[in-house]
């Protein structure tokens, strides 16, 4: 398994849809992930962090299964704004050690 | 607060050149992580330094190395530039002892060797 495996879509969902993004990992020592957002050709921005069973924060909700080794990104109520690509990231190492990035899973949310 | 900055924003360079990549990390921040980021080819880790010392290395050549100062800023240096150098180069910093906080990136160099 790769350290971190994401679907690169892309996803097209029009305004107001629900979508989910799934991001496989194998470092089971993992505590801490990551979901970022890169808007194209900027940096990726900090989304959501995610060390227990899950984190909400609006219309964006993340959680973790430890068991099966991966975290989710759901969003509702899908923003025109919303039009990104999503990038889960995962220590390589448990404690503070580098962030390994998936490809990213790419939006496109449609009037 | 200032963000991470990072300079240049642009560069173009001829293949066997060298170049040198700054960054200056959110104050307060000790560690700077450098990535790289090529087309088709994700987010690849290439350096973290923190208090001055390399702690860790990405599976790049030694042609790519870097520093950081006292101060905490940073430095990576690419020698003899090859044309699959060309990237976006991102430099990030955070916390040492928190690791749950995350990652602020800056907004990167884009590296085009020609």
């Known amino acids: 398994r790769k350290e971190v495996e994401q679907d690169p879509g892309p996803f097209n969902v029009p305004e107001g849809a629900t979508v989910a993004f799934n991001c496989t990992y194998s470092n089971s020592a993992s505590q801490s992930f990551f979901w970022y957002r890169q808007d194209c050709r900027k940096e990726p921005k900090l989304l959501m962090s995610v060390y227990s069973s899950g984190n909400e924060d609006g219309r964006f909700t993340a959680q973790l299964n430890r068991a099966s080794q991966y975290i989710s990104l759901l969003i509702r109520d899908s923003k025109l704004s919303d039009s990104a690509t999503y990038l889960c990231?995962?220590?390589?190492?448990?404690?503070?050690?580098?962030?390994?990035f998936g490809k990213g899973t790419r939006l496109s949310v449609i009037a | 607060e200032a963000g991470v900055t990072q300079s240049p924003t642009h560069l173009i360079k001829t293949r066997g050149q060298q170049v040198t990549l700054r960054c200056s990390p959110i104050s307060g921040h000790t560690s700077v992580y450098w990535y790289q980021q090529a087309l088709g080819l994700g987010l690849q880790f290439l350096l973290w330094y923190d208090e001055g010392e390399e702690r860790n290395r990405g599976n790049f050549p030694p042609r790519f190395s870097g520093r950081q100062f006292p101060n905490y800023s940073s430095e990576l240096n690419v020698n003899a530039l090859e044309l699959e150098d060309s990237a976006l180069y991102l430099c990030?910093?955070?916390?040492?002892?928190?690791?749950?906080?995350?990652?602020?990136f800056g907004s990167g160099t884009r590296l085009t060797v020609v």
């Open positions: 990231a995962v220590p390589r190492n448990s404690g503070n050690t580098p962030l390994v």
């Open positions: 990030a910093s955070s916390f040492k002892d928190r690791p749950n906080y995350g990652y602020t």
